[in-house]
């Protein structure tokens, strides 16, 4: 069973940025594609962003495309999201989730692994 652990949520003013991060341990996660969902509560999870096991190919959805940037360090065996110019809308909580494999498929139900979740609230 592969776990996945989310890390760098919380409170931040509009305008701020946060970056967010994805591990795995135990796991090398060069061989998933992995992507950022988030939800708020009585909403359907929203794909937010998802980044290809090899070689990386990215995708946003519109609501943060320009603003959010996904990442990873090998090294680190990490998977980062770059928040910037946040917004109230962006309040929700973030999980991590993967696929073993390279695509980034659209439908929910295709990520087999799913981290706790991170809060992010974005609030003056």
């Known amino acids: 069973q592969v776990q996945l652990v989310e890390s760098g949520g919380g409170l931040v003013q509009p305008g701020g940025s946060l970056r967010l991060s994805c591990k795995a341990p135990?796991?090398?996660?060069?061989?998933?594609?992995v992507a950022w969902f988030r939800q708020v509560s009585g909403k359907e999870r929203e794909r937010v962003s998802c980044?290809?096991?090899?070689?990386?190919?990215?995708s946003y959805a519109d609501s943060v495309r320009g603003r959010f940037t996904i990442s990873r360090d090998i090294a680190q065996n990490t998977i980062y999201l770059q928040m910037n110019s946040l917004k109230p809308e962006d309040t929700a909580v973030y999980y991590c989730?993967?696929?073993?494999?390279?695509?980034?498929?659209?439908?929910?139900?295709?990520?087999?692994?799913w981290g706790q979740g991170t809060q992010v609230t974005v609030s003056s």
């Open positions: 989730a993967a696929i073993r494999g390279y695509g980034c498929y659209d439908p929910i139900y295709e990520y087999d692994y």
């Open positions: 980044i290809s096991s090899h070689p990386g190919k990215t």
């Open positions: 135990g796991t090398t996660l060069d061989y998933y594609a």
